[in-house]
């Protein structure tokens, strides 16, 4: 197996790079579900509070506590959620980057291989025979 050039390396690591994008981008979905779960929760246990029903004014205190809870998790579920989002986004920036710098890469593969042609159409046009006998 011959060498690898620089291109096939970096599209590599290019491809690497997205998955971990992706990746990031399910964590910060999973993250969204929780909070809108998280919302429906709160909403839910705020009717039950707000609710003339006598039962539910039994367990007012309950729903308090519930609610207190609810609130926590939904502050540190958007504190995780803006973690998620930088982490994204440097995944994204890291991803953009290998991409240029591979088609940098192909760009300059792709010159050095048409100067190597052109240089070897030279060698071709003005070389000297090996011997001198070719040329009598």
Known sequence: MGP?????????LVAVQRHMERMAESDLGI?????????????????????????????AQ?????????????????????VQEMKLMRERAKGDRLEENMKDARDHEERERDDDAIYDLIDLKFATPASSKLQE
């Open 4 to 12: 690898q050039k620089k291109s096939d390396k970096l599209k590599r």
């Open 31 to 59: 993250t969204a579900q929780r909070i809108e779960e998280n919302a429906r929760s709160m909403d839910t246990v705020m009717d039950a509070i707000g609710s003339l029903d006598p039962l539910h004014r039994l367990f």
């Open 62 to 82: 309950n729903y308090a506590d519930r609610f207190d809870r609810l609130s926590n998790t939904d502050k540190q579920l958007h504190g995780l959620q803006q």
